[in-house]
């Protein structure tokens, strides 16, 4: 905004709201910092009642002492083995869709079109118990296609590859026909080398979708060895007898690759967050 | 089948070639783009189109999964009509609703609107904002129910510095709904502000820089000039947000599990309850399907509405 007031007076606000957003940016932060915090702290102190933000000691021991009591590994396995077939399929998937929708005329495309984005407005949960009736009548129950299948076409995915690829020019795409080249060569070597921004921002998206989900996995993975992290990290929550070293550790863990994608792909993490606005 | 055409015996005419090798082009260009959506058009129809009537079905009988499905008409529906716990749940829903989707709107927009100023450190504060956004809920749940711990949490233990509490925040009716509320807050803030800072960035400055020559005070280029352009981005936030909580499962499944009692229990987990607790499908998707209504309600008397100030704009 263009102000008309002085510049003292325009300092000093500027000021004032850099403290006030600087304090609240670090009563957003202090949840994650204190789960940090927590999981590196001497077993006895927790229950001891003093309070001291500072870290009391570095007892790097209560990672594997919590990876010593619970198959963590184990659903750090399925988790990766499910995001990451989740990522392969639904990331193709919806390139192939946003690009039909996009580039093609064709009878019942814009039916198609709201019908896809008639499935954003489906909340799972609202079909959980037929859901859960098809895949366990394909004997999916326990089995990782039984929570990659059901995600794997996924609306949001179509409607930006759509917005990104409607704007790649159709000439080159004229060109690459009179050329005689297939139109799945064009897809491939002509389509797909410009849409690398949004690929990015699929991926990213899709593995970061899987690797948090619950509520699938939840009712179609009931045998613990089948367990996702959050799964695992639910049970964990769930025992009587908590202990907060280790459930701030393991939190932590499954938690590390979303924070590595944090700091490496913001901007795609933006990107896509910020197209859902403004598209 | 690409190849089919280029394997034609040589000796035939040249015309009868091109006449069926360009029919097979036409139509296999026609084609093309049902093969392209064909896959995601499948698994839509089998994982939510199907178990969308699916559930219709299911909704107007009694079944238990173990004997087969007994029809009852309406009996599902005129039951949630009479049922206590739904309608707890459903204000508890409304109640989580109307506490997390304004305040986070507005604090997003505060926080976008700051942060879209030349600021030091900016890019940092920003960061620390969004970081919640890749959290999952359930990892947000374990934290906060260590956080907001009764006996050993930080929250009641700086409280306790200054004079006040202990808070029952999590075993207390009366603070478990707001815990779950702040939580949220801290998940949806970075989100909203993230949604309205591209759509500042998107704003001319040469409006702003109009709006100054006729003498607008700050406040009324907010006013006249930020808000009404920002109005299609708070729409949809607004969309987005409500169905997000009228969707919330994972974080109060995990934090409180509904309780204690049914003080936190919202409209989905009671749907979670009744088909995998209760057993019973038909009830659950007598609700699934209220909730369906309610949410594509909602988002349509919002489009009403916005077309309608549209056109006063």
């Known amino acids: 905004m263009v102000t008309t007031t002085s510049p003292a007076r325009q300092r000093l606000e500027t000021w004032g709201l850099w403290l006030l957003l600087a304090a609240g940016a670090v009563v957003m932060f202090f949840p994650i910092y204190w789960m940090f915090a927590t999981a590196v702290r001497p077993r006895d102190q927790i229950f001891s009642g003093a309070v001291n933000l500072l870290p009391t000691g570095w007892v790097w021991s209560n990672f594997t002492d919590a990876l010593g009591r619970m198959p963590f590994l184990d659903w750090t396995w399925n988790s990766i083995v499910i995001s990451v077939a989740a990522v392969v399929i639904t990331v193709s998937l919806n390139l192939l869709c946003g690009y039909a929708f996009a580039k093609f005329r064709f009878a019942g495309r814009d039916i198609l079109f709201i019908g896809v984005l008639s499935a954003l407005m489906i909340p799972i949960q609202v079909i959980i118990v037929p859901l859960f009736l098809v895949v366990a009548d394909m004997g999916l129950l326990n089995n990782y296609w039984g929570v990659i ?21 159709d000439e080159l795409l004229e060109a690459a026909r009179l050329d005689g080249a297939s139109e799945l060569t064009i897809f491939l070597k002509v389509v797909l080398p ?31 060895e089948m367990y996702t992290v959050q799964l695992g990290l639910n049970l964990l929550k769930g025992q009587y007898n908590t202990e907060w070293t280790d459930i701030m550790a393991i939190a932590l863990l499954s938690l590390a690759p979303m ?13 896509g967050i910020a197209g859902t606005g403004l598209k | 089948m690409a190849d089919l055409s280029m394997t034609y015996p040589k000796e035939r005419s040249e015309t009868t070639t091109s006449r069926v090798s360009g029919w097979w082009r036409s139509s296999r260009s026609r084609l093309t783009p049902y093969l392209f959506i064909a896959p995601n058009l499948l698994l839509f129809s089998v994982f939510v189109f199907f178990p969308l009537l699916y559930a219709a079905y299911i909704s107007v009988h009694q079944w238990s999964l173990i004997d087969a499905p007994e029809f009852v ?3 599902n529906y005129t039951r949630l009509l009479t ?26 927009l505060f926080l976008a609107m700051g942060l879209n100023r030349k600021l030091a450190t900016r890019t940092l504060l920003r960061s620390l904002y969004f970081l919640p956004v890749v959290v999952s809920s359930v990892a947000t749940a374990v934290i906060a129910a260590w956080l907001f711990n009764d006996n050993y949490g930080v929250i009641n233990a700086l409280l306790k510095q200054v004079g006040i509490g202990p808070v029952s925040w999590l075993s207390s009716p009366r603070w478990a709904l707001p815990s779950i509320i702040l939580t949220t807050l801290w998940v949806r803030i970075g989100f909203c502000m993230v949604v309205y800072l591209a759509a500042l960035q998107s704003i001319s400055p040469s409006y702003y820089e109009a709006a100054v020559i006729d003498g607008a005070t700050r406040p ?12 299609p981005t708070t729409f ?8 997000y909580s009228f969707q919330v499962f994972d974080l109060i499944f995990v934090m409180t599990g509904g309780g204690p009692g049914f003080s936190t229990t919202m409209i989905v987990q009671y749907i979670y309850q009744a088909a995998f607790a209760s057993s019973e499908m038909g009830y659950a998707s007598a609700m699934g399907m209220v909730l369906f209504m309610l949410i594509l309600l909602f988002t349509l008397i919002q489009w009403r509405i916005n077309r309608r100030t549209e056109q006063f704009v």
């Open chain 2, 220 to 231: 009324q280029q907010f006013r006249f000039v930020t808000w009404p352009l920002l109005r």
């Open chain 2, 236 to 243: 949809l936030l607004l969309i987005l947000n409500v169905i």
């Open chain 1, 259 to 271: 924070l590595v994608i944090f700091v490496f792909f913001q901007r795609q993490l933006i990107q």
């Open chain 1, 194 to 224: 410009l849409s690398k921004p949004i690929i990015a921002v699929l991926i990213i998206f899709t593995f970061m979708w899987r690797w948090n989900d619950f509520v699938l996995p939840l009712v179609i993975l009931t045998d613990q």
């Open chain 2, 73 to 75: 008409g309406a009996q």
């Open chain 1, 149 to 169: 299948l059901p995600r794997a076409a996924e609306a949001f995915g179509i409607f930006m590859v759509r917005q990104f690829m409607v704007s790649i020019p």
């Open chain 2, 83 to 108: 049922d206590g716990q739904f309608w707890q749940s459903l204000t508890n829903t409304v109640i989580y609703s109307a506490a997390t989707v304004p305040t986070s709107l507005i604090l997003g």
